[in-house]
């Protein structure tokens, strides 16, 4: 199974591949996966994964606007309704990453 997870709120973010997901993991645990493989340096209590309802293709702005949040960290990836192919976006707290904050305050000083 292929989950594919996007970055929400970080500028120029774009959906990446997560691969070999077995859906019986919680979404905890692949929280913490995603977490591992981006190499972010922060915790996965951090983190809040949204489902976006759209089939095989790639979501619409609306879709990701309507995304369900998965705040149950002890479901199973398969009972929150993850099937074939699915979207994710990944809201990140802010506080969490403040080097994130520090370049958007960057980029909008010199826009």
């Known amino acids: 199974m292929t989950v594919w997870v996007k970055s929400s709120g970080v500028a120029g973010a774009r959906y990446v591949a997560v691969k070999d997901v ?6 905890d645990d692949f929280i913490s996966r995603w977490v591992s493989e981006e190499q972010l340096d922060v915790r996965p209590s951090r983190v809040t994964l949204r489902l ?13 606007e309507a995304a369900a949040v998965l705040d149950d960290p002890s479901l199973s990836l398969a009972d929150v309704g993850i099937t074939g192919t699915a979207w994710l976006l990944a809201y990140v707290e802010s506080s969490a990453l403040p080097h994130v904050r520090l370049c958007l305050r960057l980029n909008a000083s010199f826009a």
């Open 22 to 27: 077995d859906l019986m993991q919680t979404v």
């Open 52 to 64: 976006v309802a759209c089939g095989s293709r790639k979501p619409s702005a609306a879709e990701e």
